[in-house]
């Protein structure tokens, strides 16, 4: 009898638990792999400072009067729309 408790213990944490996901646990997994934006640029620079600014503003107007802020700016904006549209195609 006391090899039968190991044996019923193992059916039922290995056998007995399936994988039965539901809908919104795929669409979790779905969604978890959507990257967020994320500043890639060395703190400091200009790029930096125009991906922080879209990032804390919401982007929407990149016209800056340095160049490389507006490319930051962009940048961000462009991962923020790349990522929400990887949101609603993952519902």
């Keep these: 009898m006391h090899l039968a ?3 019923v213990i193992f059916t039922i944490l290995f056998v007995g638990c399936g994988s039965s996901k539901s809908d919104d ?6 969604g978890a792999s959507c990257i967020e ?3 890639p640029y060395t703190e400091g620079s200009g790029h ?13 107007d990149c016209n800056g ?3 490389s802020f507006n490319e930051g700016c962009e940048d ?3 991962q ?6 990887c949101i609603r ?3």
């Design 5 to 7: 408790w190991p044996i």
């Design 25 to 30: 646990a795929d669409d979790k997994e779905r």
């Design 37 to 39: 934006p994320e500043n």
């Design 48 to 60: 930096f400072a125009g991906y922080e600014w879209a990032e804390n503003h919401g982007g929407g």
């Design 65 to 67: 009067r340095s160049e």
């Design 76 to 78: 961000y904006e462009q």
């Design 80 to 85: 923020e729309a790349a990522y929400q549209d």
């Design 89 to 91: 195609n993952a519902h």
